[in-house]
């Protein structure tokens, strides 16, 4: 009795399924938006007295006052440049 080969069972290569992404890790990236974002600054209003430096007995000004406006104009400090508020005067801070 002839033994007949046993037919090769050819299992396809099984595709690998792209997997998908997990809505629980969607959901779990973190949030930016925080609470206290949208509080309200307290801002601390600075009077007269904030444009002077006290050294001892002697007072010096804080800030640089304007060219364009001569003494009695002082020149809002910002992080790169001084600006006049009366004549919009800008001198840029070296850097
Ligand atoms: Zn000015």
Redesign the pocket.
Known sequence: MPVKPAPKKEEPAKKEEAKPVAAAEVAAAPKKAEKGKHEKKHRVEKGVHAMYKREGDKVSRARPT????GPG?F?ADHHDRYT??????TRYKPK
């Open positions: 304007c060219e364009r406006c104009y020149t006049c508020g009366h004549c919009g005067f």
